[in-house]
Structure formats: C-alpha cells, structure tokens
C-alpha cells in the first residue's frame, strides 16, 4: 500500500443498516477510498456482547459485508473483513486489556446504558468491548477513525490506552483521532424527529431501512411526522420538515434554499412523496448490488477470505511488536 494515511472503521453486522447508518457513515466510506488506505471490518466479535441468535448472527455478518460492497466499498482498494476471520484483534485485545483499568471502563456510559438495558446479562465481554475496539483500530496503526458521536468517549479510551502503553513499552502504537466527515448529516426518526432514526424503534415507521423496496419507503415517508404550518422551509421547531430536507438534500444534493423554491406553493404531502421517491431511487442501485452479491456466495467467500489474508498480514507486523514490547518470548 502506498504512503496515504490509514483510515479504519468498523460496523455492527445487525441486519441491513438504516438510511440513518448509510448517510451519517457508510456513504462517506466509499469516497474515503480514493484518498486513504481504507481498512473496513465487520465487528461480528463486538455483536455478541449482546445475546445473539448464531444462524443470524452468521446472516447478518455475510450481509453486512456484501452491503458494503453495494455501498461502494471495493475489496480490491480497501482492506474489507470479517473481524473474527482475523485473529489478531483478541490476541491484542488480551494485551491491551493489561493496560486499561477498571475505572475507566466503569465510565463508558455505553457500558452503563447497555447494562441498564440488559441487566441480566452485564458480561464482562459487554465490559472489555472498548478495549476490543482499541484493539481494531491499534492494530493498525490507523491515523483516523471515522465515528459518531456515540463512538466518541471510546474512541477517546482507545488513545489513552495507546499513550499509556507507549509510555510503559516504548513507541509503538500512533495516537488515532477522530475523522469528521465534511458532509454526512444526522437523520432523525420519521415519527419522533427529534430522536436518531434507529432500527430498534418500536414504530416500523420511524426507519427507513436501505433495502427496503420502493412502495414501503414511499409509504414511510408518507407517514412522516411534521407540522401544523404549510411552509417547507428549514427553520428551528420545524423538526420533522428539517429532517425531510435534510434526507432530501443527502440524495439529491440540492440545498436547502433550492428545496424551498422547488417547493414553494407546495404541501407537505407533495413534499413528502417527493423525498420518498429521491430516496427510493438513490437506494436502488444498492438494492441490486446487494442481491447480486448476496447470491454469489463464492465470490463473497473469495472477497472476505483475501480481505481476512490481507488484514491478517497488516495487523500481524502491529501485534507482533507488542508482543515483543511487553516481554512475551518469541517463537520462529
Ligand atoms: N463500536 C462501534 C459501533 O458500535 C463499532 C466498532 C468496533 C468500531 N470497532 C471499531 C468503529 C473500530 C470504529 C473503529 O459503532
């Protein structure tokens, strides 16, 4: 690979992703490729923090990765993997972990939040995931971590491990920072507009999935939660229009004072059907592109195997000096 700095992100195989996942992260993935070394994993390790069923678990991994692949990720430009394929992550998650403590961990309030959530099942795997996804982005020596707001505090942990264990070992591990894309907007839920659009939501309604077909999108959008006025304009209070707008101009790529005047005398019922179909039409290729390569098992198999071979030889050089820094014998 050539001397470009080294970009890694790493997504949850949960199904298909919503429009939310695809315009605040993945679409922004694919235009990233051009300029960096781009290293893509499918963290099918971090999943099982929560009780997973395996048979979907094992669906949801394939399908995750041939959506990027429909999203635009080449796994001929990036390095694009299925975390457990790539044995490096654990072996240096166990290394890490020796230099992460226990209070730390105790502040990540996704920690605190999942335990609320699952409070039968706080395992200690729900407890490390922070220092597994250190882990990801130590091993190799990525530059930037593109992540949301969410994802902030632990990537935030992932430095202060890296400093620490450089201070105690010697230099070895680069200081990632955080990669704000220049575009890439917040989408909200269609019914609460004031909360994230997100795929556990109750309200079918709320989210708009990527491979959902183009009647059900129209539908959704259709039902989409606004105002009292007639105005479509973006303007504080006016939530769910903003979130309209905002979906609309990701797709279309006109601003906000374009969508106005197209608009203008206009309902909200014409506006709506009209963001239902510029969404359903810029989803469509990705459509296609995911059912063709989710039936095309070997070719599937054929990318993920030399994404593994690839991520694999990068990481090992990473882990393998750690190993060495923090005293463990060699073997050859
Ligand atoms: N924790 C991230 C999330 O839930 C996923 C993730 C795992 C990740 N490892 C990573 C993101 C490394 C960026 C870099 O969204």
């Known amino acids: 690979m050539e001397d470009k700095k080294v970009i890694f992100s790493g997504i949850q195989p949960t199904g298909t992703f919503t429009l939310g996942n695809y315009i605040g992260a993945v679409r922004n993935w694919k235009p990233l490729q051009d300029e960096y070394n781009c290293i893509y994993c499918v963290v099918n390790m971090h999943a099982i923090t929560v009780r997973q069923e395996p048979a979907k678990l094992r669906k949801n991994t394939l399908d995750a990765y041939a959506l990027l692949m429909a999203c635009g990720i080449d796994p001929e430009k990036s390095i694009l993997f ?13 290394v ?18 999942k335990s609320k959530r699952h409070p039968d ?59 704000i894309p220049e575009v890439g907007a917040k989408v909200m839920s269609l019914q609460e507009p004031t909360k994230k659009m997100s795929k ?13 077909d183009k009647d059900t999108i129209i539908r959704k959008f259709k039902r989409a939660v606004t105002d009292s006025e007639s105005e479509i304009c973006y303007r504080e209070g006016k939530d769910g229009i903003n979130n309209l707008m905002t979906i609309y101009s990701s797709v279309t790529g006109k601003n906000f004072d374009e969508i106005t005047s197209e608009f203008a005398g206009k309902g909200y019922g014409d506006f709506k059907i009209a963001v239902g179909e510029a969404v359903a039409d810029h989803l469509a290729p990705i ?46």
């Open 82 to 94: 299925i975390q457990s394929h790539v044995k490096t992550h654990a072996e240096l998650s166990w």
């Open 96 to 113: 890490l972990s020796c230099a992460t403590q226990f209070g730390e961990l105790s502040r990540m309030t996704q920690f605190k939040d």
């Open 121 to 179: 099942d706080i395992n200690a795997g729900l407890f490390t995931y922070p220092v597994l996804m250190a882990s990801d982005i130590l091993a190799y020596n990525a530059d930037l971590v593109p992540v949301g707001v969410d994802q902030k505090q632990h990537l935030e942990l992932a430095r202060n491990i890296a400093q620490r264990f450089n201070q105690r070992y010697g230099e070895l591990f680069k200081i990632p920072d955080a990669y």
């Open 200 to 212: 556990s939501d109750e309200n079918p309604n709320a989210c708009i999935l990527i491979l959902d």
């Open 287 to 332: 459509r296609e592109k995911f059912a063709e390569y989710s039936a095309d098992k070997e070719y599937l198999k054929k990318c993920y195997t030399e994404g593994a071979e690839k991520a694999l030889a990068y990481s090992q050089r990473i882990v393998s000096k750690a190993y060495r820094k923090v005293g463990f014998v060699d073997i050859k």
